[in-house]
């Protein structure tokens, strides 16, 4: 009898750290999608390479249209 009550025991516990496992496993993922789903917003990586050269080429151009309009 006492045998059956452990082992019951044992597997409620083993289960309950299964499901916590499991809990904790789907939470970090939620975040992760999160994350990355905010990671494309424009402004949030200002000082990047590709933003930086873009933002060149754009002063280059309006410079080069207000010269043109000048003549």
Not at 37 to 45: L, N, Q
């Amino acid at each position: 009898m006492a045998t059956i009550a452990i082992s019951m025991a044992l597997a409620l516990c083993f289960t309950s750290i299964a499901l916590l496992f499991l809990a904790v496993k789907n939470r970090w993922s939620a975040r992760s999608r999160v994350l990355r789903r905010k990671a494309p917003i424009k402004g949030e990586f200002s000082l990047h390479p590709l933003n930086l050269i873009r933002e060149e080429e754009e002063k280059i151009e309006k410079e080069r249209l207000k010269r043109r309009d000048d003549l």
